[in-house]
């Protein structure tokens, strides 16, 4: 079945240092990727997505680009900010059918950004 | 355009009770999916709804189960909850945009199975 694996967390970065979440992926066809952020108490956002290899999908300074031959979608960010710090979700939905509504997650990455 | 919407947001219950859960989609979506995010299992998909037709079921068991109405809102019912179904339910809305449908989360239920 498919699967998302993200790296282990907890991340604890310096404000301004680059960021770098790495996300792998089995699925069979061609999944779309997407990256979610959840802030304390509230549900998941949408931070930015791709459909097909070698898009790049960016949003507020993060950009993650789907890349098939290694089966990732890695996101990063060049200089995070104290507001960042958050849980971040990689996920897919596989194409085809018989997928509907489902997206299948990663575990999640916890992000501490300090002063 | 208003976000999903959920309600309630926070939910008590005891075990052996039932609860349902509510969500309005963004105006316009016709796909509602359900999701359960526990620290144990993370963010598991529970069913997806579409013009009022269940498409898509995740493995749980058949204690829970959801419908969608005319109007696209969406319930989830939980039958004889158990301490395990502690967890923040949370549903998303979408709709194709050409390039395949994403998915919007609303704020979830926290539901608490004491």
């Known amino acids: 079945g498919d699967s998302v694996t993200q790296m282990e967390g907890p991340v604890t970065l310096s404000e301004e240092a680059f960021l770098t979440i790495n996300c792998t992926y089995t699925a069979t066809g061609y999944p779309s990727l997407f990256w979610y952020v959840q802030y304390p108490g509230e549900g998941l956002q949408l931070l930015l997505k791709a459909t097909k290899a070698d898009d790049k999908g960016s949003n507020k300074g993060f950009e993650a680009t789907y890349r098939k031959e290694t089966t990732s979608f890695h996101l990063e960010k060049g200089s995070v900010q104290v507001s960042d710090s958050a849980v971040y979700f990689c996920a897919l939905r596989e194409a085809g059918g018989t997928s509907y509504g489902k997206l299948t997650f990663g575990q999640g990455t916890i992000l501490t950004v300090h002063p | 355009k208003a976000g999903v919407t959920q309600t309630p947001r926070y939910l008590i219950k005891t075990r052996g009770q039932q609860v349902t859960l509510s969500c309005s989609p963004i105006?316009?979506?016709?796909?509602v999916s359900w999701y359960q995010q526990t620290p144990g299992q993370g963010l598991q998909f529970l069913f997806e709804y579409f013009s009022e037709t269940q498409r898509n079921k995740g493995n749980f068991p058949g204690r829970f189960s959801g419908r969608q109405f005319s109007n696209s809102r969406s319930e989830m019912n939980v039958s004889t909850l158990e301490l395990g179904d502690s967890a923040l339910y949370l549903c998303a809305s979408s709709s194709w945009d050409g390039n395949g449908d994403t998915q919007y989360f609303g704020p979830g239920t926290r539901l608490t199975v004491l």
């Open positions: 105006s316009g979506h016709r796909s």
